[in-house]
């Protein structure tokens, strides 16, 4: 597995401490174009992943066309940068990236249509992550907020929550 410090921007080294120690339930990591924030936050993901046997991922964008070719990309880089790419196999219809050993997904969706949010599902383990890029396109926190009900409202145990790039992290 390669170098952290070589992934992640000096500039999300507390953050991610934070993060391994438990410390909050939401990150809300904010910065233009080349802050890092995406890479950041696909690097813990799958790390988090890979260290919790029973943790999946939902990945969100405003507008799904915009998914693979942002943050699935951006996941892809992740997995090859930490070496752990003979682990993961990538599916582009549905899109999706899968832990081999374990089965534990990441799911990719688009938020304009809501509703069908609502039916994601996990066959093993729980959604500890949930990631929303370019939190702009959304139409402001109650519209995440709504979507966060959905999700939780069927009994998914949500650990985090990152969103353009912000976060949310709780104790299962």
């Not at 500890?128 to 139409?139: L, N, P, Q, V």
Request: hydrophobic content about 40%; proline content about 2%.
């Amino acid at each position: 597995m390669s170098d952290l410090t070589k992934l992640i921007a000096p500039s999300f080294y507390g953050v991610h401490h934070d993060i391994k120690a438990g410390r909050h339930t939401h990150y809300w990591l904010k910065g233009g174009r080349g802050s890092t924030k995406s890479s950041f936050i696909s690097v813990e993901i799958i790390l988090g992943m890979m260290q919790d046997t029973a943790a999946n991922a939902l990945v969100l964008r405003k507008v799904a066309v915009n998914l693979k070719d942002s943050v699935y990309e951006q996941l892809l880089w992740a997995i090859e940068a930490l070496g752990v790419e003979h682990l993961w196999k990538a599916k582009l219809s549905p899109l999706q990236l899968s832990y081999i050993p374990t089965g534990q997904r990441i799911l990719f969706r688009g938020a304009d249509e809501p509703k069908k949010i609502k039916s994601t599902k996990f066959r093993k383990g729980y959604c500890k992550y949930i990631w929303y890029e370019e939190a702009d396109e959304f139409a402001g926190m109650q519209e995440i907020r709504t979507i966060n009900q959905s999700l939780m409202r069927i009994g998914m145990n949500i650990w985090a929550r990152w969103s353009a790039a912000a976060v949310r992290y709780s104790t299962t």
